[in-house]
Nanobody, 118 residues
Framework: QVQLVESGGGLVQPGGSLRLSCLASGSIFRINVMGWYRQAPGKERELVAT???????NYADSVKGRFTISRDNAKNMRYLQMNSLKPEDTAVYYC????????????WGQGTQVTVSS
């Protein structure tokens, strides 16, 4: 099992910034990709950004140039720096860890709420 714990969500005004953190623990040797997904009310969960063990990074088109995913392997941490936030970024953000491409192992955090509103 892999445990994922997110932190850093909150309320921010449009144009503001937040940084999300995800701490992984447990059998992390099983996974090779970690990242962030989000789910807005009434919508399906969608990819935000992922980072693989080899350093390859993938972003959703809607966040390119505004969000940055990074990692601290020594601390088993993954981060999502979110800048120039928009109201449409409002969602519950989930940390994910899985073994690409098979997703035999696929783990989720509990989610953290991000609300962008004036």
């Amino acid at each position: 099992q892999v445990q994922l714990v997110e932190s850093g969500g909150g309320l921010v005004q449009p144009g503001g910034s937040l940084r999300l953190s995800c701490l992984a623990s447990g059998s992390i040797f099983r996974i090779n990709v970690m990242g962030w997904y989000r789910q807005a009310p009434g919508k399906e969960r969608e990819l935000v950004a992922t980072i693989a063990n080899d350093g390859k990074i993938n972003y959703a088109d809607s966040v390119k140039g505004r969000f940055t995913i990074s990692r601290d392997n020594a601390k088993n941490m993954r981060y999502l720096q979110m800048n120039s936030l928009k109201p449409e970024d409002t969602a519950v953000y989930y940390c994910n860890a899985h073994n690409f491409p098979f997703r035999t192992y696929n783990y989720w955090g509990q989610g953290t709420q991000v609300t962008v509103s004036s």
